[in-house]
């Protein structure tokens, strides 16, 4: 496994400040699923983020970014995404190596941790209808308010190509 410091909230607002990329930041409980985060909707406008990190049959994965209480059709999405046969979920040592988060704090702003580009980002078209895209700052003691050009722009500027497909039901 390799050696990894990840980058943290900190780095990444500084990241954020130097594209000149916008964004809003609140700080608040830790919050390890959709349903423990209801009261923190009416605070923080825009469309709030479920993610799933999947892998495929050839070990290839892929961090979907789908809209919080959309439903993902796990025996179907991989035809979709272009994966090798059916997916299921990445095991969290992966996640902690390829994005440098830990389950809970799951993020498509972790695209700036997967520095050799083992993850394909992929936003659920329904999510990308939102003018603000809100995810966790990669830890979940906060919600990160960005707009949604600007996320493809970071995620592009770390160097992934972001796609934007119908992954939801």
């Known amino acids: 496994m390799s050696e990894m410091n990840p980058k ?4 990444l607002f500084a990241y954020l400040d130097e594209l000149g990329i916008s964004y809003e930041n609140m700080e608040h409980r830790a919050v390890f699923t959709v349903a423990e985060g209801d009261d923190l909707r009416e605070k923080i406008p ?8 999947v892998k495929d049959k050839k070990s290839r994965y892929f961090m979907l970014t789908v809209e919080e209480y959309a439903t993902v059709d796990l025996k179907t999405v991989h035809s979709l995404i272009g994966a ?3 997916v299921s979920f990445g095991r969290p040592e992966q996640m902690r190596e390829f994005l440098g988060v830990e389950p809970g704090s799951v993020t498509a702003l972790a695209a ?13 078209e329904a999510l990308m209808e939102n003018s603000v895209i809100n995810c966790h700052p990669l830890r979940n003691t906060a919600t990160t ?17 972001p796609l934007v497909l119908k992954v939801t039901a």
């Open 112 to 124: 700036l941790n997967d520095t050799q580009g083992n993850v394909t980002f992929i936003l659920d």
């Open 145 to 161: 308010s960005v707009g949604r050009d600007d996320l493809l722009r970071f995620i592009r500027a770390t160097g992934h190509e």
């Open 46 to 53: 825009g469309g709030h983020t479920k993610n799933l990190f």
């Open 84 to 86: 090798q046969g059916r």
């Open 8 to 11: 943290t909230s900190d780095d």
